[in-house]
């Protein structure tokens, strides 16, 4: 039903092939010194990406499901306490939750930016007994409001942790990265990401020396010292390889942000008449969206129907995340909503992210819009072209919710 190749959600292939060289030479010195796991490859990944950052310390990991982990366990949550964090996220930010015995307790979103809202923190913090973290998930790129989260976590005299995994090169309203504020932030470098490894990967930075000492004793079983362990910990480390390709691919980060802003930028210009859709929130510089995914709003009763066309006309997308947490059946019996979720339902229902990736030709976006719009006209939807939008609380579309001027950041 399509001419010519598919578009797909991701493609790895143009952002490795340039690097291939150096990626070759980088495998080359790790298997001539053959120190797998941790040593001076690691080290000197963890420098420069905690240089990145703008934090003290790096401590790298295997993944960024372990590196969410081990946060909370430098925090000591355990059975008992209570950690607020939003239903709109990955599965692995309530998990690392539960799996330490402890209760995930949902708060909902923004429906602009998908980040967690700090009103709705702060009124599933008060319906807590025993809070002891917050967990801001910086969602798609986009940075969660953190001095109006750290504030809520003060007021309730809690820690408050960054689920970073997808925010690689993002900026928040002061310009700074996610994590340059000393709190625990947790990386994810899994293969997708903006930073993505060969493999699984991942870190925690942060400026505190004795949390850093100790984050670094439990990703290694607890030991401090060989074979001397004062805690239990867990076996989770970075290996020598992922950090060595790491490291030759952190100096482009800086260039494949500006390169997912232009096709973000090509697909907000292409479809700003679009009424039919809402599109992603766009921050005021100095922040700045890293583009990790480009996630649109369709409506609801079309949004499968949407990918289905989509899909026979040789576009992938994904919807991420069509079941929200609070919906997991994983997580029956240990959480709790105390709040209504109301933005997390809607974005649930709505959500279709379009592809995104360094190497994205001018002509496959140009393919995945044509596509996108045919799909809507065929299934209706195509007349709402044109006039502007809103959400039902008489907010702007998102897509110029925070301003078209974001359109000159950099």
Request: aromatic residues 4%; hydrophobic residues 50%.
């Amino acid at each position: 039903m399509h001419d010519g190749p598919r578009v797909p959600m991701l493609d790895l292939s143009p952002a490795l092939a340039e690097l291939r060289s150096d990626v070759d030479a980088a495998i080359r010195r790790v298997l001539d010194h053959t120190r797998f796991v941790l040593g001076d490859e690691v080290e000197r990944f963890e420098q420069a990406f905690a240089r990145e950052v703008g934090a003290r310390h790096a401590i790298a990991c295997a993944s960024g499901s372990d590196a969410l982990l081990l946060s909370l366990m430098a925090l000591d949550v355990g059975p008992g306490d209570q950690v607020v964090c939003p239903s709109f996220s990955f599965f692995a930010t309530a998990a690392a939750i539960a799996r330490l015995g402890a209760t995930p307790v949902f708060a909902d979103v923004d429906a602009r930016t998908a980040c967690l809202d700090p009103q709705s923190a702060a009124d599933a913090a008060r319906a807590c007994s025993s809070l002891r973290a917050i967990v801001a998930v910086h969602l798609f790129g986009d940075c969660a409001p953190s001095e109006a989260l750290a504030d809520v976590a003060a007021r309730a005299g809690a820690a408050l942790v960054h689920d970073a995994a997808q925010a690689a090169g993002a900026r928040d309203a002061s310009g700074r990265s996610v994590g340059a504020r000393g709190e625990l932030a947790a990386w994810s470098f899994y293969p997708s990401k903006n930073l993505g490894a060969l493999g699984d990967g991942g870190a925690i930075t942060t400026d505190d020396d004795v949390r850093a000492a100790r984050l670094r004793a439990l990703r290694v079983h607890g030991a401090r010292a060989r074979y001397r362990h004062d805690e239990l910990g867990i076996n989770s480390r970075l290996d020598a390889l992922q950090a060595a390709v790491l490291s030759v691919k952190l100096p482009h980060l800086e260039r494949w942000i500006t390169e997912r802003t232009a096709i973000a930028d090509d697909y907000d210009a292409r479809l700003g008449g679009c009424a039919a859709l809402r599109l992603p929130a766009r921050p005021a510089p100095p922040a700045r969206h890293a583009r990790h995914q480009y996630v649109v709003r369709a409506p609801a009763t079309l949004r499968d129907a949407l990918r289905d066309a989509l899909d026979a006309r040789g576009i992938e997308t994904a919807a991420y995340y069509a079941a929200p947490l609070h919906a997991q059946r994983a997580l029956r019996g240990r959480a709790l909503a105390p709040v209504a979720l109301d933005a997390t339902e809607r974005l649930a229902a709505e959500v279709v992210a379009l592809p995104i990736y360094p190497g994205l030709a001018p002509a496959a976006r140009a393919r995945v819009v044509d596509a996108l719009l045919d799909a809507l006209a065929s299934l209706g939807a195509g007349d709402a072209i044109g006039a502007a939008d809103t959400d039902g609380s008489g907010d702007a579309r998102e897509g110029d919710a925070r301003g078209r001027a974001g359109s000159a950041r950099a």
